[in-house]
């Protein structure tokens, strides 16, 4: 019994460590959704961009690995300006379904181009970093590093949201988007502003998840759906609610797994989030429109 | 339809007759079948419902039928029924909170997204009943040189699967035009307007909905079925799933949404695309179909959300001159 109880809380630490990670891949998602009202429901396939280009930089160019991610960070962040500024920007006045459809049709583009140009082989950077032990409890370290950077990057966006001039604009044009012209922002400049911090913080993600997981070109279909869902859950555009999602989300998956399969923890806080959906559509933390 | 039509369809149905050989029959199959389940999703899609959920009904719709014929020995023709019923049970599960609740938009878009996956996933955790991601094969019927069996609705001959899939492709052409000239149609096109103002003039908007969302995964769970049935082999991430999933969607849009062939000219043209490629750039180029298929949904989308067909109908109504032949 003893055991058992140690491998559980083995379980609950590491589903923590893992609400980190997810709570990073929802950040930028949540700030892109929060103040230009899109869904990129290709978020994880720049994500995926970011994790190609660290991986062939460190691999392949022997790039060192710091400076690898700043360039990762870099490339993401550029792709999230061109993809607003040549596929957002034509439809944003369009139906929303239009800007749901056509960040969709950039995922099949996306992944499609990572097979044509990578093919399907998953690779990772060679590099395994060693665990973490606490008496009995083993815990990767880069998962540590992910969850940390998680908290980090949340803290210094809301610091920058609330307490630069750039980041009360951005609030501004969240709340009000037909007004704050008026006032002297221009919502064009903060739009793309706001997908590159939102493609940044992807690729942020991207440089702690090739760290632990291989790259291929489907893997935005494994991190993509419950990136939505966390974002959703916590309301849409609400950052502190997208946190607690995470974590939500994170230890059903990790508990889930732990009694049963890792199969059933998904299905568990997949059918937790439609249940959520019809009790507080308006995410945890959202306030009713 | 007028007596053009009704000719091509006739001469097209005397194709298996011409021998074209077994590749072009499985094309014309895979098209039709495709074109069938594609037509079901657009019931919803026209009206806005759009659904990133299919993948669940026909997932729900092949599973359900192969598992019952594979380990209870229940024969298809009880087995798709009772496919049915479940996808349909499943619709309302989904649809009653949505539609009470109002949650439309990209909300309904994410729900039925997790929803699919919801099914992907229990069909994968199931490993030991359904084989998991390895998929699974439909007992097969047809040992000792025979060449059909009606019990297991398996046949050997691809000819007679054509004609299974063109009757089925004509029915689900045959609903849309049912619900296009109803007044359900009506209906749903005032709630995709406006809810409120629908539910005032007497609209009962949870209901309309939920009627077609059941009309919908019902005729969805059927293709699946019938894919089960024609291929033989059915695997959680080609019946179920995000990627199948929007698969659909984007298919219906490249064809046009709001036109009955359009879902159907999407099938066509997918397929057909992904098909030439191949025969053009050889198997060793993978994805690059894809890449320009990614690439044309982007630009439909942005350019001509009508999709092709709806894009041609435009045009010609534009040059004969005939008013609002094709909605907007």
């Not at chain 1, 710091?66 to 040549?86: C, E, P, Q, R, W």
């Not at chain 2, 293709?223 to 959680?236: D, R, T």
């Not at chain 2, 959300?305 to 010609?316: D, F």
Request: glycine share 12%; charged share 10%; aromatic share 12%.
């Amino acid at each position: 019994m003893e055991i058992f109880d140690i491998f559980l809380l083995e379980t609950v630490l590491n589903g923590l460590l893992f609400g980190g990670v997810l709570a990073l891949l929802a950040l930028g998602l949540n700030l892109v959704f929060g103040v230009i009202d899109v869904v990129w429901i290709c978020y994880a396939e720049l994500v995926m961009i970011g994790m190609y280009a660290v991986y062939f930089l460190y691999t392949v160019h022997h790039v060192p690995l710091l400076i690898a991610f700043v360039i990762g960070i870099a490339t993401v962040s550029l792709s999230g300006v061109a993809l607003h500024y040549f596929i957002i920007r034509p439809v944003l006045a369009s139906e929303p379904i239009n800007q749901l459809l056509v960040t969709g049709g950039m995922l099949f583009f996306l992944q499609a181009a990572a097979t044509l140009a990578f093919g399907v082989q998953f690779r990772n950077l060679g590099l395994a970093l060693p665990s973490v032990r606490l008496g009995e409890i083993m815990l990767p370290q880069s998962r540590i590093y992910a969850a940390g950077t998680a908290l980090v990057a949340m803290l210094g966006l809301a610091l920058f949201l609330k307490k630069t001039y750039l980041g009360t604009a951005i609030r501004a044009i969240s709340q009000d988007r037909a007004i704050m012209p008026l006032m002297g922002v221009n919502p064009s400049r903060i739009y793309l502003i706001t997908s590159a911090i939102g493609g940044g913080l992807a690729g942020l993600a991207a440089c702690l998840l090739v760290l632990q997981y291989d790259v291929h070109p489907a893997i935005g279909l494994t991190f993509g759906p419950i990136t939505f869902m966390i974002c959703v859950l916590g309301g849409l555009g609400n950052m502190l609610g997208g946190f607690i999602a995470a974590f939500i989300f994170a230890q059903l998956i990790s508990i889930g797994g732990f009694f049963f399969h890792i199969e059933w923890g998904y299905v568990m806080a997949f059918v937790f989030f439609i249940v959520m959906m019809f009790i507080r559509p308006q995410g945890l933390l959202g306030r009713k429109s | 339809m007028n007596r053009a039509a009704w000719i091509a369809l006739g001469l097209f149905a005397l194709v298996p007759l011409l021998g074209v050989g077994d590749y072009y029959l499985h094309l014309a199959i895979t098209i039709m079948l495709w074109s069938f389940v594609y037509t079901s999703w657009s019931l919803m899609g026209r009206f806005g419902l759009v659904s990133f959920g299919h993948g669940a009904f026909l997932g729900i719709g092949a599973y359900i039928t192969t598992m019952l014929w594979n380990h209870y020995g229940v024969t298809p023709w009880i087995g798709i029924p009772l496919a049915l019923l479940l996808a349909v049970a499943v619709a309302v599960l989904i649809g009653y909170p949505c539609f009470r609740f109002r949650i439309t938009g990209h909300y309904f878009a994410l729900v039925t997204l997790a929803l699919t996956e919801v099914v992907r996933m229990v069909i994968v955790a199931l490993r030991d009943f359904t084989g998991g991601s390895l998929g699974v094969t439909p007992d097969i019927a047809l040992a000792g040189g025979k060449s059909f069996s009606l019990v297991a609705i398996q046949f050997a001959h691809k000819e007679v699967f054509f004609y299974i899939a063109l009757a089925f492709w004509l029915f689900g052409l045959y609903v849309w035009r049912r619900i296009d000239r109803s007044m359900m149609r009506y209906a749903m096109e005032a709630i995709s307007q406006e809810e409120d103002a629908s539910e005032s003039v007497g609209i009962n908007v949870t209901r309309t909905k939920l009627i077609i969302t059941m009309i919908s995964a019902a005729l969805t769970a059927l293709g699946g079925a019938l894919y089960g049935q024609y291929q033989l082999y059915i695997n959680p991430d080609t019946v179920s799933g995000v990627a199948l999933s929007l698969q659909i969607v984007f298919a219906v849009i490249a064809g046009g949404m709001f036109v009955q062939l359009g879902p159907t000219v999407g099938a066509a043209f997918t397929l057909l695309l992904a098909e030439g490629l191949r025969v053009a750039v050889g198997h060793e180029v993978h994805g690059l179909d894809s890449t320009i298929y990614g690439l044309m949904l982007v630009l439909f989308i942005i350019y001509m959300p009508n999709g092709i067909l709806g894009k041609v109908l435009e045009a010609r109504a534009r040059n004969t001159g005939a008013a609002g032949a094709v909605k907007a």
